[in-house]
């Protein structure tokens, strides 16, 4: 059973279904989801994501501390070799203000910590220099740089829409050595 974790500025805590509208909020907006493999949410996508969110042991809901208001979501992943992949997402009403990344260290001392990760891993588009330098900030190192791996989206003619990724990660002993 999770137990929300409490930082300085935020409480990271599971997602509720009346979390909807805040969710609505960010996802909506297509600068916030443009490196992301989906399309803006209308609000019945969003009122759906916040149910699933709600049942799923992967997101995690970040909120301000002293009033409650959602302003993001952290993901983090289990894959094997007790490996797990971090992922985030927030409102660009408090992108650049420190809150991913206070959240994210809270959320890799839980992955390390409680749930015994050996290794953490996130990917990002090389164009999302925002996710590159907070990967950078929490420790990570970058691993790899895959051409043309993916695709969410087609062009008019329906081909796939190429993109890179960057894969970065940090390792339990790398993470306890900076945070004890």
Not at 11 to 33: A, C, G, Q
């Amino acid at each position: 059973m999770f137990k929300p974790i409490e930082t300085d500025r935020l409480i990271i805590r599971k997602f509720r279904p009346d979390d909807f509208t805040e969710l609505y909020d960010y996802l909506s907006d297509s600068n916030v989801v443009r490196y992301e493999p989906y399309d803006p949410y209308t609000l019945e996508q969003a009122k759906r994501e916040a149910e699933y969110r709600s049942n799923s042991d992967e997101f995690f809901a970040v909120t301000l501390r002293d009033c409650g208001r959602l302003i993001g979501n952290l993901y983090l992943g289990k894959r094997q070799f007790d490996t797990y992949e971090l992922g985030y997402v927030f409102n660009r009403d408090w992108q650049m203000s420190g809150y991913a990344t206070e959240s994210a260290k809270a959320l890799l001392h839980y992955a390390f910590g409680t749930l015994k990760a050996h290794r953490v891993i996130a990917e990002c588009n090389p164009l999302n220099y925002r996710s590159r330098k907070l990967m950078e900030r929490l420790g990570m190192r970058r691993e790899a740089e895959l051409k043309k791996n993916v695709y969410y989206r087609r062009d008019s003619f329906g081909e796939p829409i190429w993109q890179d990724t960057l894969q970065y990660a940090i390792l339990s002993e790398e993470w306890s050595g900076k945070h004890e």
